[in-house]
Structures are given as C-alpha cells and as structure tokens.
C-alpha cells in the first residue's frame, strides 16, 4: 500500500510538472510591447563640475523619460530609452545670474524580470547609453526595478546608477 502511494505521488507530481511546463512553454514566445512615460532626479553626471569645472551651483528639476519596452520572451525584454532633462546652473563667482541647459540622452538596455507573479514584476536591467553632446558610451545599470498591474496599464519604479538615466524614476507605462 505505501509504495502504491509513493509511485501515486511521482506521479502526480510529475504530471503537475509537465502541466506548468506546457503553460510556461506557450508563453515562451510571446511578443508584447509597451510604451512608459517615467520621471525621476538627473544622474550625477548632468553637474556642472563634472563637464563644466568647479564653483558652480547647480538647480535640478525633475527628467522625463520616454520608453518603448519590447518582450520577446516571458523573462527577457529590450528597452530603449530617451532622456530629457533641464537644469539651470550659476557661477560662484561671476554672479550673473542662472544658465539654463538641456539635456538628452539615448539608452539600450536588456531588462531580465526576475521575480514574475500576477500583478508584479521585479526586473534588472544592464546596457549602454549615449550622452547626446558627448560620443563616449556609458553603461547602464539598473540593479532593481518593480512594474505592477495587470491590464493594459501598469506603474513602474526603477533605482538606475546609469550616467544616462535617471537615479531613480517612477512612471506609469501603456501595453500596446
């Protein structure tokens, strides 16, 4: 009798298994897209005293971020990123008053989602972005990143150390 109910929940088990598999291979190959609008502080790098030298103070006000989110497979997507930002800026010493500047920046980034419930998805996200006056390359790295809701809307957060991002962003995002 125990080992008829020891081959009963091998296989029970295994059919459970083969079950989730079938579901998770269906969804493997899905494509879906998306559009997100996010706003977030400016990186470290739009200061004046890294590109401009020292005894500037710098004013920031908040970027916006514009991204189109393309998933080719259930825990894989590819992301592509505008930056733009605007910041004022005034010299210790001169005194003459605040300088406005915008700035713009392109990233491409491979988000790998980690944690997939129902309504959550947790992401990390790794690539290379491009400061629009400056042709240098810079990585992007964002360690954590959290979308929940499950229609056609959904909200964001992201914590970026990327030269190209925002530092950290909150957004609501479109599923086309």
């Not at 959550?120 to 959290?146: C, H, N, Q, R």
């Not at 809701?149 to 150390?161: F, H, I, N, P, R």
Request: proline share 5%; with cysteine; hydrophobic share 40%.
């Amino acid at each position: 009798m125990k080992k008829i109910l020891q081959l009963a929940l091998v296989i029970v088990t295994g059919l459970a298994c083969c079950s989730v598999s079938a579901q998770e291979s269906v969804n493997v190959f899905e494509k879906k897209k998306a559009l997100e609008l996010t706003a977030g502080y400016p990186s470290i790098l739009y200061r004046s005293d890294i590109f401009g030298g020292e005894g500037y103070t710098d004013y920031f006000y908040p970027c916006v971020n514009i991204s189109y989110v393309n998933s080719w497979r259930t825990r894989w997507e590819l992301s592509t990123v505008a930056n733009i930002h605007y910041s004022e800026y005034q010299d210790n010493q001169d005194q003459s008053g605040r300088q406005g500047r915008i700035g713009a920046s392109v990233s491409l980034a491979f988000r790998y989602k980690w944690l997939l419930r129902e309504n959550v998805e947790m992401y990390s996200a790794l690539g290379l972005g491009f400061l629009v006056p400056y042709p240098l390359p810079f990585p992007y790295l964002a360690p954590v990143g959290i979308k929940f809701g499950k229609g056609k809307v959904y909200g964001l957060a992201e914590l970026s150390t990327s030269p190209t991002s925002s530092f950290g962003l909150v957004g609501i995002g479109f599923r086309l």
